[in-house]
């Protein structure tokens, strides 16, 4: 039992602190008017330089191998059967991305028959893997980009390994995202889990291709995974999340909170979601499309996003470069992309950005 107090005693920290953070900036009474510019720690273009590199340091540590690396395999003209009813793909390969602690990642790469030389990143969420996203990923298809698809860590083909915690001296099953805070450490951060794979992927596409650009777009955690990634790789054009976040203020909802990687207090400590939104939507052909479902049965239902859309539109504007916009789909009751949000997703990538 000894083992077990100390093992859990930074766990139960690390809960504490998220929740400090959470009523830090959310305790005020909604009736009073909360001064979301106070929560905004950037003005200029060496504001978000500075806080990528903080982010970037973060996340790797002191490993910069990540710039470099590359997929350990990549299948080519992979065929699956879950995708047979595609009718617009030449051909599908399969990215194998391994990490550390036996973790791994598989994402599919969709080339259409009749491609536009643009490549759409899509991110499923926690509701399982990318077969949940298969009209996002058809759709977008039809319209000539190829898709480069990512399940989120532990979740579909990922792999759920058994870990070894020495503070415990135990085995630790990886069966959900909030079990990755056992292997927090000051050598090593588990939120590359969830964005190396992308980084590795987009090393090997722009050694192997030539696209005009990168674009993303994520559903709930995939969203969440798109603002956060897009903030710091200016690879990423433009970047669409779908019911994916909430700045801390606003999540006074249990359903809002998120699991481990949306609230790691010194990840957010560096860049909280007021300015990850600004990084993503930030740079010359970059933006950042929020879409939320008013009638959402999952998460980040609503229209409290009222409350701080217009700040990031006038902190982008006097950045002088990128674009910020929120669309509400009012019809749709389900946590997920329908057809007009689809739409209205198309038209942010075809739109030309100052």
């Avoid at 791994?104 to 399982?128: C, V, W």
């Avoid at 951060?189 to 005009?212: A, Q």
């Avoid at 982008?316 to 209205?344: A, M, P, R, V």
Wanted: aromatic fraction near 14%; charge should be negative.
């Amino acid at each position: 039992m000894k083992y077990k107090k100390m093992i859990f005693l930074p766990v139960i920290i690390g809960i504490s602190l998220s929740i400090v953070l959470y009523l830090s900036q959310s305790s005020q009474d909604h009736s009073e008017e909360i001064d979301v510019n106070s929560l905004i720690d950037i003005e200029t273009s060496q504001d978000i330089e500075s806080k990528k590199i903080m982010l970037e340091s973060y996340i790797w540590k002191d490993d910069q191998t990540f710039k470099s690396k590359l997929p350990s395999d990549v299948q080519y003209f992979y065929t699956d059967k879950k995708f047979d009813d595609f009718q617009n793909v030449e051909r599908i390969d399969r990215i194998y991305v391994k990490m550390n602690y036996d973790v791994d990642s598989t994402a599919y790469m969709f080339f259409p028959k009749n491609p536009n030389n643009e490549l759409l990143i899509y991110h499923q969420g926690h509701r399982g893997d990318i077969t949940f996203g298969k009209s996002t990923i058809e759709f977008f298809l039809n319209k000539g980009y190829t898709i480069l698809a990512f399940s989120m860590p532990l979740i579909g083909e990922n792999s759920k390994p058994i870990v070894h915690i020495d503070e415990l001296d135990e085995n630790l099953f990886l069966d959900s995202h909030d079990k990755l805070r056992f292997l927090e450490s000051s050598t090593f951060s588990p939120i590359k889990f969830f964005l190396e794979p992308i980084y590795v992927s987009l090393n090997y596409i722009e050694s192997e291709f030539n696209f005009s650009s990168y674009n993303f777009i994520g559903i709930s955690g995939g969203g969440w995974t798109a603002v956060v990634y897009s903030s710091f790789d200016d690879r990423i054009s433009k970047t669409i999340s779908v019911a994916g976040s909430l700045p801390f203020y606003l999540r006074t909802s249990p359903e809002n909170f998120g699991d481990y990687e949306q609230k790691i207090p010194e990840f957010y400590d560096i860049a909280n979601y007021l300015e990850l939104y600004i990084m993503s939507a930030y740079g010359f052909d970059r933006g950042l499309l929020q879409i939320f479902n008013e009638f959402d049965p999952c998460c980040f239902s609503g229209t409290e996003y009222v409350s701080y859309e217009n700040i990031i539109k006038n902190k982008i504007s006097k950045l002088k470069s990128g674009t910020f916009k929120i669309e509400l789909d009012k019809t749709n009751k389900e946590h997920s992309i329908s057809s007009s949000s689809l739409q209205k997703s198309l038209i942010f990538l075809k739109n030309s950005i100052d």
